[in-house]
């Protein structure tokens, strides 16, 4: 599985959208791009998830770039509870699961 | 529905001992997973199982070891703890085949202190 850069750690006001990138230039043509984030100390959890198309949830929208090298991740109107961190990665979605690497993520703090 | 539970939530642990970390699933997943986080890092492999039956090393299996039980039950052993190994120990599964969306579900997290 390729390997995922983001920032460390970034802010965001309270009401406004949050923009987290990341950038995966070694990913692969089946590869998908998920994000997942971690509250506090809870075990981490699942975000979206896309191959090349702009996704939406209720959580969140997803960015690919359209050589697939970078996405974005858009909290479209943060709240006090979204600060976490956010973990990009990158993995074959019907393939071997081995060894996902989530690094250390970009530590997202939503202010007042 | 549980989803991914984990036992215990804590423990400490004197260096040199020994202590399995268990992990249950309830969604039927095929592929179970063992990381660990240390303070202000992200989560790195141990172990993963990706069938019942199966399992292989991750980023960091020295000094652990796993069993994969049966299709819901995937432990992690400590067979001589060393203060190292002081760290937060998540437990995760996933459902890989075509038509799901691959997801990974994680456990609360197991506290690990070795003394």
């Known amino acids: 599985d390729a390997k995922t850069t983001q920032p460390p750690s970034m802010d965001c006001a309270e009401g406004r959208a949050a923009n987290l990138p990341c950038n995966h230039s070694?990913?692969?043509?089946?590869?998908?791009v998920y994000w997942y984030r971690q509250i506090h100390s809870q075990g981490p959890q699942y975000i979206i998830h896309g191959l090349k198309n702009n996704e939406t949830n209720e959580m969140a929208s997803l960015i690919i770039t359209e050589d697939r090298k970078s996405s974005t991740l858009i909290l479209p109107h943060a709240t006090l509870r979204d600060t976490a961190v956010y973990y990009c990665?990158?993995?074959?979605?019907?393939?071997?699961?081995?060894?996902?690497?989530f690094g250390k993520g970009t530590k997202l703090s939503v202010k007042p | 529905n549980a989803g991914v539970t984990q036992t215990p939530k804590f423990q400490v642990l004197k260096t040199g001992q020994s202590m399995t970390l268990q992990c249950a699933q309830d969604?039927?997943?095929?592929?179970m997973y063992w990381y660990r986080q240390d303070p202000g890092m992200g989560l790195r492999l141990i172990y993963y199982s990706a069938s019942e039956g199966t399992t292989d090393k991750g980023e960091v299996p020295n000094g652990y070891n796993v069993s994969r039980l049966n299709k819901r039950e995937f432990s992690l052993r400590l067979e001589s703890a060393a203060p190292s190994q002081t760290s937060v120990y998540f437990c995760?599964?996933?459902?890989?085949?075509?038509?799901?969306?691959?997801?990974?579900?994680f456990g609360e997290g197991s506290r690990l202190t070795v003394l």
């Open positions: 990665i990158v993995r074959v979605r019907g393939g071997s699961q081995g060894n996902l690497i």
């Open positions: 070694t990913i692969s043509g089946n590869e998908y």
């Open positions: 995760a599964s996933s459902e890989p085949r075509g038509g799901t969306t691959g997801e990974l579900f």
């Open positions: 969604m039927n997943h095929n592929s």
